[in-house]
């Protein structure tokens, strides 16, 4: 996807404001008012869909578990096992800290 250059501007002070948040609870609150109640619970299904997957679990397991297309599920697969795969190292990070 293309994006314009104010756009990109604004994922890059997007990320740099997140990454400055170190407060669990400070974060929950800031996504929860910045994405509707649709889109916060999306992306709290894609982690838990994620870490699935990393356990193991099949992706029409995790399909019925979640209510979820495939397709979504199949993008969280591809990415984990991309060579370098961000989704791997924030995964393993988070098993390290919070497992």
Known sequence: MEYTEETKKGI????????????AELMKEFLASLLTQAEFADIGNR???????DKGTTQREIARIFKMSLCKITRGSRELKKENSVFKKVLEDFKSKHL
């Not at 982690?47 to 699935?52: H, P, S, Y």
């Open 12 to 23: 890059d002070e997007l990320c740099v404001a997140l990454s400055d948040i170190q407060d």
């Open 47 to 53: 982690w838990l869909l994620v870490r699935e997957i």
